[in-house]
């Protein structure tokens, strides 16, 4: 491989100790059945509840081998960044699938298809690139490289994980979903899509009929991304203690994971500005003093800006007191775990500085 070789990237690594292979497992089980199955899914969470996160985890070799055991060496996972997407044209999304399949086969350990995987350069992704806008050529590439992969290694399956997908959805031709699907059906039980979004396709979407063989892939299939385990606040905390040179106590971590109740944006902020306080100051801890605070407070205000209307609307309400328990908002607050559900106890927004923060709000305050 050259320098130049756009199949070359370099692995981010944490500072710290790597989280253990039982991280998010709660959501990652569920995942590896999708994918061990072919069947699509939506991973759907709230901002910053450690969506993109997850995926850093999930394409690491170990973390693949623990859940599909025998199937990790047929197996590709393909990430998908649409933060990378900027007009949402059918070309551009197709190429960026092409780049990345292009990517991940010269790097997956799988022999036969590492060997295919600079040809796939050549002779599919550089023509690709060589006419922008040709997206005729861009889909039936992009088909050709998948026919290919199959082929090398006929037990192979493929999963394209899409992250940050909520503005594509919204955005991209209808077409798009039209072959997409066309794509699946072509291999059957063994290519998926995993799409991370924070609100529903049926929202993102609502014209269902118009993406309906798409939407039905993944329609069955949501997995909720809620806030971290115990165990995982003090894994992400053990981590930024390392980077940043400031250890915590035991006691300390639980404090921080109690306000938090586990939003891994609100977990940041705290320890964020823990370090920025005079130690021994008592109300460092205090929800309504820490939502005071700028970045604290901006977590927040993106944490409920991610929610639909109505669940913003549900969610503040809630937190005032106003609303009716029998409330439909309350089963789907409860499935994206903004509010507990804890059998035979009253729901609760999980966590304690968000809903101090909601509690601040004026009462007239409108949906973002
Ligand atoms: N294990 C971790 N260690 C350090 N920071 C983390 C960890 N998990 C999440 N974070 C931070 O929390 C924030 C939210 O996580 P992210 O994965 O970006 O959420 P989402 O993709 O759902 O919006 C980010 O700033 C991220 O860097
Ligand atoms: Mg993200």
């Not at 490289?145 to 090398?152: C, D, F, P, R, S």
Request: proline residues 6%; contains cysteine; neutral net charge.
């Amino acid at each position: 491989m050259t320098n130049t070789d756009p199949r070359k990237t370099s692995i981010m690594r944490e500072l710290g100790k790597e989280h253990d292979i039982t991280y998010r497992q709660e959501v990652l089980k569920p995942l590896f059945e999708c994918i061990k199955s072919a069947d699509s899914c939506y991973l759907i969470g709230a901002g910053s509840m450690g969506k993109t996160r997850l995926l850093d985890h999930l394409v690491r070799t170990d973390v693949q081998q623990h859940y599909l055991g025998e199937r990790a060496a047929h197996t590709l996972i393909i990430r998908l960044d649409m933060n990378r997407l900027s007009d949402f044209s059918e070309w551009e999304f197709y190429e960026l699938m092409l780049f990345n399949i292009v990517q991940v086969s010269g790097q997956c350990g799988i022999p036969e298809i590492e060997k295919k995987s600079a040809s796939f350069l050549q002779t599919f992704l550089m023509p690709v690139l060589d006419h922008p806008g040709n997206t005729l050529k861009a889909l039936r590439f992009l088909e050709l490289v998948i026919t290919n992969l199959m082929v090398v290694d006929e037990d192979l399956a493929i999963c394209f994980l899409m992250d940050e997908f909520d503005e594509a959805y919204r955005r991209l031709p209808t077409k798009v979903f039209a072959h997409l699907r066309g794509i699946r059906d072509a291999n059957k039980n063994r290519l998926c899509y995993a799409l991370l979004v924070r609100n529903a396709p049926a929202y993102l979407r609502p014209n269902l009929m118009e993406h309906e063989g798409f939407y039905e892939l993944l329609s069955r299939n949501p997995i909720p991304i809620g806030p971290y385990a115990r165990q995982d606040v003090h894994a992400m905390l053990q981590q930024l203690e390392a980077r940043f040179g400031y250890p915590l106590t035991e006691a300390i971590r639980d404090k921080i994971y109690e306000i938090s109740g586990g939003h891994p944006g609100t977990v940041l902020a705290i320890f964020t500005n823990l370090r920025r306080t005079v130690e021994g100051v008592p109300y460092r801890f205090d929800p309504r003093w820490l939502i005071k605070e700028e970045n604290v407070k901006e977590e927040c205000r993106k944490l409920l800006a991610s929610l639909e209307p109505d669940e913003q609307v549900g969610i503040l309400e809630f937190a005032k007191g106003n609303m009716a328990d029998a409330s439909p908002l309350i089963k789907t607050l409860r499935l994206k775990k903004l509010l507990t559900s804890v059998e035979g106890q009253v729901p609760q927004i999980f966590s304690p500085v968000f809903a101090a923060y909601l509690q601040a709000l004026p009462e007239n305050t409108k949906p973002a």
